[in-house]
């Protein structure tokens, strides 16, 4: 059984920044690829960011600029640090795997924005 296992977010003030990180049990993520998806109160989930198996990456508009994605295959995580918070990226942010073993999605991790 894979599992996917996300760090504490955290509550920072406006303009702040954050990191955390997904990291995974056995060694599915060197061959995965990684979406980000945050969930806002009463919104749906949304897709942030994507991370490949080779390390190109792509990020929505709405973060663009302000959110980073990368990954260490030989710790077997996946890092999204996000600068420059603005009280609307307040949301619980969730990993996922997707890779030839299966569909994994992580337990989500709050994170809070003060204006």
């Known amino acids: 059984q894979v599992h996917l296992v996300e760090s504490v977010g955290g509550s920072v003030a406006a303009a702040g920044s954050l990191r955390f990180s997904c990291a995974a049990s056995g060694s599915i993520l060197s061959n995965a690829t990684m979406p980000w998806y945050r969930q806002a109160p009463a919104k749906q989930r949304e897709l942030v960011g994507i991370?490949?198996?080779?390390?190109?990456?792509d990020v929505a508009d709405s973060v663009k600029g302000r959110l980073t994605i990368s990954r260490d295959n030989a710790k077997n995580t996946v890092d999204l640090q996000v600068k420059s918070l603005e009280p609307e990226d307040t949301a619980v942010y969730y990993c996922?795997?997707?890779?030839?073993?299966?569909?994994?999605w992580g337990q989500g991790t709050q994170v809070t924005v003060s204006s």
């Open positions: 991370i490949n198996s080779g390390g190109s990456t």
């Open positions: 996922r795997a997707l890779s030839a073993l299966g569909n994994y």
